[in-house]
């Protein structure tokens, strides 16, 4: 069956850098686009970008450019999200989700809590 | 690119229907047939319930539909049970290729 699994929750000091993981099975990888989401606490959910597996490419949201890098890892179905420069605005559940036909979002990982505290 | 306008909440009580909208402009809701809704009990994963706007994944019961007229997509719920207790969000494609969500509707079941 199709799972994505992330990273486990971590605590960033302000200013550093969070780099969440996202790992597929059950289906292939290269086929499907994965977006990231975050909820910060007690807040709806914010797009945050895409990556196309099969090419590398990415679009991300204005909020985030220049912040923000997705990537992959074909050989291990791996992508991953960086985020640079964090606050505490930041703090916040992110999740990866893959969609088919690019922006239908059928499956998604189970989350992990990224807190930014001093 | 603004959040996607949904009320704050709705409720209603067992058996009964409600409809959620979500207004956008022509750049996503409008202008593409990309809009999606999604149920997010706290605490869980968000659950896809309607994509390109009006067709359910396998496995989602017909209670839910989805609709667009202009440039508001609504999410009607029909037969209103407890568990559909929850948040619920619109997401759309955007015309820079950017995706968008609604800012999220509290459904309380009464």
């Known amino acids: 069956q199709v799972q994505l699994v992330q990273s486990r929750a971590e605590v960033k000091k302000p200013g550093a850098s969070m780099k969440v993981s996202c790992k597929a099975s059950?289906?292939?990888?290269?086929?499907?686009?994965i977006h990231w989401v975050r909820q910060a606490p007690g807040q709806g959910l914010e797009w945050m970008g895409w990556i196309n597996p099969k090419s590398g490419g990415t679009n991300y949201a204005q909020k985030f450019q220049g912040r923000v890098t997705m990537t992959r890892d074909t050989s291990i179905n791996t992508t991953y999200m960086e985020l640079s420069r964090l606050t505490s605005d930041d703090t916040a559940v992110y999740f990866c989700?893959?969609?088919?036909?690019?922006?239908?979002?059928?499956?998604w990982g189970q989350g992990s809590l990224v807190s930014v505290s001093s | 690119q603004s959040a996607l306008t949904q009320p704050a909440s709705v409720s209603g009580s067992p058996g009964q229907s409600i409809s959620i909208s979500c207004t956008g402009t022509s750049s996503d809701v409008g202008g593409y047939n990309y809009v999606s809704w999604f149920q997010h009990h706290p605490g869980k994963v968000p659950k896809l319930l309607i994509y390109?706007?009006?067709h359910r994944p396998s496995g989602i019961s017909n209670r839910f539909s989805g609709s667009k007229s202009g440039n508001t997509a609504s999410l009607t719920i029909s037969g209103l049970q407890a568990d559909d207790e929850a948040d619920y969000y619109c997401?759309?494609?955007?015309?820079?290729?950017?995706?968008?969500f609604g800012g999220g509707t509290k459904l309380t079941v009464l």
């Open positions: 989700a893959r969609a088919f036909s690019a922006w239908n979002c059928d499956s």
């Open positions: 059950g289906y292939t990888f290269t086929d499907y686009y």
């Open positions: 997401f759309s494609y955007t015309s820079s290729r950017l995706g968008v």
């Open positions: 390109e706007v009006r």
